[in-house]
């Protein structure tokens, strides 16, 4: 379903602090009762919140469009580690400008974080996102300047 981590040690590491965030368990077969979108909002450790995570990024996944890239992320988005978990794991599959405007969002993250949208996080979850964000920023650089000079 999902491909191993990146072989990098620090890539390791985020791979496996965003698949925490993201899976945490496998899917419960549930119908989908929500739009998608919730599980950009959902973002403690739930199996609710793992379930509605794994439904939007199994989307983004398949979603030949990539019209995800485009959408205006929340906070709460970045604290989901669904948007930056995907957009490392589609690095290979990215435009050039899709990974300019994928490096831009991780750049963004932390501030986003941080800011007076993120006041409903906790420290761990700003925490966490910032981590993750800063890594994917270095995974999508490491990509442009392999492919887009």
Do not use: N
Not at 21 to 37: K, M, N, R, V
Request: charged letters at 25%; one cysteine or more; aromatic letters at 4%.
């Amino acid at each position: 379903m999902i491909a191993g981590p990146p072989h990098r040690s620090c890539a390791k590491g985020a791979s496996i602090l965003a698949l925490a965030l993201l899976l945490g368990a496998c899917s419960s077969g549930e119908p989908q009762s929500a739009p998608l979108s919730i599980g950009l909002g959902c973002v403690d450790d739930s199996h609710h919140c793992i379930s509605q995570r794994e439904k939007v990024f199994d989307s983004y996944m398949a979603d030949p469009s990539k019209a995800w890239i485009r959408q205006a992320p929340s906070p709460s988005a970045y604290a989901s580690g669904v948007r930056l978990f995907a957009f490392s794991k589609r690095r290979k599959d990215l435009s050039c400008d899709e990974l300019r405007h994928g490096k831009r969002e991780a750049d963004t993250a932390s501030a986003s974080l941080r800011g007076p949208g993120g006041e409903h996080l906790t420290p761990a979850q700003v925490s966490r996102g910032a981590m993750l964000a800063s890594d994917v920023s270095r995974e999508l650089s490491r990509e442009l300047a392999k492919r887009c000079g």
